[in-house]
C-alpha cells in the first residue's frame, strides 16, 4: 500500500470523484466533451495531485496540495454553472457543495501539518 492511500482527505478525494462522477451521469450528452468532462477531469485532479505530492519533498506537496484545492474550487464553479443550466438540483448541489468546503478545508490543513 501506498502512503497517500492512507490519507483521510485522499479517501475523502475518492468519494467525491464518484459522487460527482454519479452526478454527472444524468446530464446532456452534449455537454459530454465541455461542462461534463471539465468536471471529471477537474475532481480527478484532487486525488491525482494528493497522491503525486506525497512523493515529493514537504515544500513540493504543499503546493500539490494548492493544486488539489484549485482543482476542488474549479469543481464548485462547474457544479454552479450546472446548477444554472438546470442539471444538477438544489439537494444535490448543496451535498456536493458541502463536501467540496469539507474537503478543501481538510487540505489546507495538511498543508499546514506539513509545513509546520
Not at 459522487?19 to 466533451?33: A, G, H, M, R, V
Not at 494528493?50 to 514537504?58: C, D, L, N, Y
Not at 494548492?66 to 476542488?72: A, L, P
Request: charge should be positive; proline fraction near 1%; glycine fraction near 4%.
Amino acid at each position: 500500500m501506498f502512503n497517500f492511500e492512507n490519507l483521510t482527505v485522499y479517501k475523502k478525494s475518492l468519494e467525491f470523484s464518484i459522487l460527482i462522477y454519479n452526478q454527472t451521469k444524468s446530464w446532456p450528452k452534449d455537454e459530454l466533451f465541455a461542462l461534463t468532462n471539465q468536471i471529471r477531469r477537474a475532481v480527478v485532479s484532487v486525488s491525482l495531485n494528493i497522491a503525486e505530492g506525497t512523493s515529493r519533498t514537504k515544500k513540493d506537496f504543499g503546493h500539490f496540495l494548492d493544486q488539489s484545492r484549485g482543482s476542488c474550487l474549479e469543481v464548485v464553479a462547474c457544479l454552479t454553472i450546472a446548477k444554472g443550466l438546470g442539471y444538477i438540483n438544489e439537494v444535490d448541489y448543496n451535498k456536493c457543495y458541502n463536501i467540496a468546503i469539507e474537503l478543501s478545508k481538510m487540505l489546507s490543513s495538511l498543508k499546514k501539518s506539513i509545513l509546520v
